[in-house]
């Protein structure tokens, strides 16, 4: 055998594990990556909930604030 007909022999043996091990480390990333974005969503999607409830609870607060200004008000609007 001539040694380049060797090389080239030795080079492509090499290939399809080189492509096997490229298809198998290319899925774990993009599973990874999937993992990832899911996660990231559903934490978006709880902190959205999370927010929407305090701001009802402000808007709560504030409605109850007002109406014991007013109450406030014209109980000492009338003691005078």
Do not use: H
Not at 28 to 49: D, E, G, H, Q, S
């Amino acid at each position: 055998m001539k040694p380049d007909s060797m090389q080239r022999k030795q080079y492509y043996s090499i290939i399809p594990r080189a492509d096997s091990a490229l298809k198998e480390g290319t899925m774990k990333p993009n599973f990874l990556l999937l993992a990832m974005i899911v996660a990231a969503a559903i934490y978006i999607i709880t902190l959205r909930r999370q927010l929407e409830a305090a701001m009802m609870r402000g808007d709560m607060y504030r409605e109850i604030s007002s109406r014991l200004d007013k109450r406030i008000s014209e109980l000492s609007s009338d003691g005078e």
